[in-house]
C-alpha cells in the first residue's frame, strides 16, 4: 500500500475538528508502548508529536506490520482521528485529547539504533528534565541531534527571526547586496582566513571579518541603504561562546545621524524578542562608555540590576587603614558595591574565606575588604581603622542602610579595580539573586575614545573607518589622541555586546590620517586600503551603519546555554566540526596544484 502524500498534514495541525476524519501523516517513530493487545507509539515530524495506535482486532495485518517498527524508523501513514477516552487524555501535549487509528502504513525506511535519546517525551512531560549527551558525539550526529524537537524550535525560531528583521527592513527601504567571500584583509581586529589562490602565486584572498569596506563602498555608489545577513569570519582566540565562523546582521545607511540608528534598530530588536512573546520597550538607556567603566566595570554593562560601583577613594584618602591609605595617595583607587540586604544571609566566614580569598583572586584582584551596616555602623575585622567620620561618609557615598553589606576593592591600578569589582559585582549580582532572569536590559553604550593602546601602539578602539570627535584633527601627543571619542555605539542587552557601528569617515583625508596615527606607512595605506580611500574622493556621502551578531542574539531571546544550541552545523569549543572531520589534512596533490608545502611533517606513530 503507497500512502498519498500530497495530503500529508503536519502532526500537531490534527484536532478535535476532525475527529472520525481520516488523516494522512509522515515521520518517524518517537517512542513505542506495547499494551499487549494495542500497540500505540509516538509519531514525531518538525510541528510534534501524536499518539498512533494499531489495534489487531481492527486489523491484524497492520498490527503484525508495526511490529517490526522501531524508534526512528521513517513511516507515512492513514488513519481515523479519535478523541481519547478522558482518562488517556494528556495536558502536556498539544495534540494530546487524540489518537490516530492507522489504517494504512508505509515504512519508508528503517534506523540503525541512533546514538542517543532523539526522543523528548519526558521533555513533553516534565519541562525540567535536561537532555545530558556529550557535545562532540550530538555534532557527530548532527543531523539526528537536529531531529529532535528542542533543537527544531531553536532553528525554526532563528528563521523566524531572520525573517522578521528581513521584513522589517525591506519595508524601511533597505536592499539585500551580497558582498563577496574571496576578499582582502578587513580590519575588525582578529586574524584572517586565508585562502589561496591556484591562478595567482603566492596571493590569498582573506575570507571577509566583515563586510564593512564594501558596505561603505554601496553608500558611495548611492545604494543609500544596504543590509545583509552575512556570514563572517575571524581566526580569535577560543573563547567558549565564539565560532570562527558567525552571521551579522550587518547595514548601512547614507545621510544619518546616530538618532536614525537607534530609532532604527530599537523596534527590530523588540520584534526580535517579539518572536517568542517576549516584551522590551525603547527607547534604550544611553550610557556613555565612561560612565559604563566606572559604573559597572566594563563596556557591556549588566543593566538587569543595580548595584553600581562607587568611588571613595577620596572619602578614604587619610583613613589609618594602611592599604588603604597608600593606594589614595599614589593614584590608586578604591571602590565599592552595596549588596542590600544581605547582611544576615553573607556569613564573615563566606565573605572572608570564599569571596575575599577565592572569587576576587580568581578574577584577579589582590583582595576583597568587606564591612556590614549593622544598627546605622559598620561592622568588619578591620573597621576600628576607620574613624566614625570615615565610617559615616562611606555609608552616605554608598547610600548604605541596616543589613547591607558592602564590598569593596582597592588597587594603585585603576583599571584593574574596574574590572576586579566589575566582575564580582557580576558574581553577587547572579548567586545572591539581584538578576530576574526574566529581565532584558538593552542600553546603548556611546562615547567610546577613538583609539585604546594595545602593545604601546595606537589602534582603534572599533575599527579605522569610525568618525572621530573634531579633537582629532589638531591631537598631536599619544595622550591627545587616546583623549579622543570616536562616534561608534555599541547594543549591549544583559550585559553583551549583541552589536555595534558608527557613523563613519567620508572624508579621504581624514581616513589616510587615520591610518597613519595608527602607524601604517604610506606604502601600506595603499596597498592595502588604496582603493577604498580613493573611493572616497568621489563624493562620498555622509554615511553609518551597524552589525549585530545573530548567533548570539538569537541565542538570547531562546535562552540557551550556547551559541552552538542555535546553529545548524556549528564547530565545537576547539574549532573543529566532528561532523565532516574538519579542517582535515589535504592531499599533496591539491597543495601542489597551490604551490603550497607543509612545514610541519605529520607524526607517523
Ligand atoms: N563592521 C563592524 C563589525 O563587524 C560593524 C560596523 O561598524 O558596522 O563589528
Known amino acids: 500500500m503507497t500512502i498519498e502524500l500530497t495530503q500529508r498534514q503536519f502532526c500537531t495541525t490534527i484536532s478535535l475538528d476532525q475527529v472520525n476524519q481520516t488523516v494522512t501523516l509522515a515521520g518517524w517513530i518517537d517512542t513505542i508502548r506495547d499494551h499487549g493487545q494495542l500497540l500505540f507509539m509516538h509519531l514525531r515530524d518538525r510541528s510534534g508529536v501524536i499518539q498512533i495506535v494499531f489495534n489487531p482486532e481492527e486489523n491484524k495485518p497492520l498490527h503484525e506490520q508495526a511490529e517490526k517498527l522501531r524508534s526512528e524508523y521513517c513511516v507515512g501513514l492513514t488513519g481515523v482521528v479519535i478523541e481519547r477516552a478522558d482518562d488517556a487524555k494528556n495536558p502536556h501535549l498539544p495534540t494530546g485529547m487524540l489518537e490516530i487509528h492507522v489504517t494504512s502504513l508505509d515504512l519508508f525506511n528503517k534506523a540503525q539504533t541512533p546514538p542517543f535519546l532523539i526522543s523528548e517525551k519526558s521533555l513533553v512531560d516534565d519541562e525540567t528534565q535536561e537532555f545530558h549527551v556529550d557535545e562532540d558525539l550530538r555534532l557527530t550526529y548532527r543531523y539526528l541531534d537536529l531531529r529532535r524537537l528542542s533543537m527544531q524550535k531553536n532553528i525554526v525560531i532563528r528563521h523566524k527571526i531572520m525573517s522578521t528583521i528581513r521584513n522589517y527592513l525591506d519595508d524601511k527601504?533597505?536592499?539585500?547586496?551580497?558582498?563577496?567571500?574571496?576578499?582582502?584583509?578587513?580590519?575588525?581586529?582578529?586574524?584572517?582566513?586565508?585562502?589561496?589562490?591556484?591562478?595567482?602565486?603566492?596571493?590569498?584572498?582573506?575570507?571577509?571579518?566583515?563586510?564593512?569596506?564594501?558596505?561603505?563602498?554601496l553608500m558611495v555608489s548611492g545604494l543609500d541603504k544596504y543590509y545583509q545577513i552575512v556570514k563572517c569570519f575571524r581566526d580569535e582566540d577560543l573563547r567558549p561562546n565564539r565560532q570562527p565562523e558567525f552571521t551579522q546582521l550587518d547595514l548601512e545607511a547614507s545621510f544619518i545621524d546616530e538618532t536614525y540608528i537607534y530609532s532604527l534598530l530599537e523596534p527590530l530588536v523588540e520584534r526580535v524578542f517579539a518572536t517568542v512573546g517576549k516584551k522590551i520597550q525603547g527607547p534604550f538607556p544611553h550610557i556613555t562608555y565612561e560612565d559604563a567603566m566606572n559604573r559597572y566595570g566594563n563596556d557591556h554593562p549588566d543593566l538587569r540590576f543595580d548595584m553600581t560601583m562607587v568611588d571613595v577613594t577620596q572619602t578614604l584618602k587619610n583613613c589609618n587603614y594602611k592599604i588603604f591609605n597608600s593606594i589614595a595617595n599614589n593614584n590608586g583607587s578604591i571602590k565599592g558595591i552595596k549588596v542590600v540586604n544581605k547582611a544576615s544571609e553573607m556569613s564573615k566566614n563566606m565573605l572572608q574565606e570564599e569571596l575575599a580569598k577565592k572569587v576576587v583572586p580568581k578574577f584577579g584582584g589582590k583582595g576583597m575588604t568587606w564591612m556590614k551596616v549593622i544598627d546605622g555602623k559598620l561592622e568588619s575585622n578591620i573597621v576600628q581603622f576607620f574613624s566614625e567620620q570615615e565610617q559615616a561618609d562611606l555609608i552616605t557615598a554608598l547610600d548604605a542602610h541596616d543589613n547591607d553589606v558592602l564590598l569593596f576593592v582597592a588597587d594603585t591600578n585603576k583599571d584593574l579595580v574596574n574590572d576586579v569589582l566589575g566582575r564580582l559585582r557580576l558574581y553577587v549580582g547572579k548567586k545572591w539573586g539581584f538578576i530576574d532572569p526574566k529581565a532584558i536590559a538593552p542600553c546603548w553604550v556611546t562615547d567610546f575614545p577613538m583609539f585604546e593602546l594595545k602593545d604601546n601602539r595606537l589602534n582603534s578602539m572599533h575599527h579605522p573607518f569610525t568618525q572621530p570627535d573634531d579633537s582629532f584633527m589638531t591631537a598631536k601627543t599619544t595622550d591627545d589622541f587616546l583623549a579622543v571619542k570616536s562616534r561608534a555605539y555599541d547594543l549591549v542587552i544583559n550585559g553583551e555586546e549583541i552589536g555595534g557601528g558608527s557613523i563613519r569617515i567620508h572624508d579621504s583625508q581624514m581616513q589616510a590620517k587615520i591610518f597613519e596615527t595608527l602607524g601604517l606607512t604610506e606604502t601600506d595605506i595603499k596597498q592595502k586600503f588604496g582603493f577604498f580611500v580613493n573611493a572616497l574622493t568621489y563624493g562620498t556621502p555622509p554615511h553609518g551603519g551597524l552589525a549585530l551578531g545573530m548567533d548570539r542574539l538569537v541565542s538570547m531571546v531562546l535562552d540557551t546555554e550556547s551559541i552552538r544550541e542555535v546553529i545548524a552545523f556549528p564547530k565545537n569549543r576547539v574549532a573543529y566540526c566532528p561532523l565532516t572531520q574538519a579542517p582535515s589534512h589535504v592531499d599533496n596533490q591539491q597543495l601542489d596544484e597551490l604551490k603550497l608545502a607543509c612545514v610541519i611533517e605529520e607524526a607517523t606513530s
Open 173 to 217: 527601504g533597505f536592499v539585500d547586496v551580497e558582498t563577496p567571500m574571496l576578499t582582502k584583509s578587513t580590519p575588525e581586529g582578529a586574524r584572517d582566513y586565508l585562502v589561496p589562490s591556484r591562478h595567482h602565486d603566492n596571493c590569498f584572498y582573506a575570507l571577509p571579518q566583515s563586510p564593512q569596506m564594501f558596505k561603505q563602498l
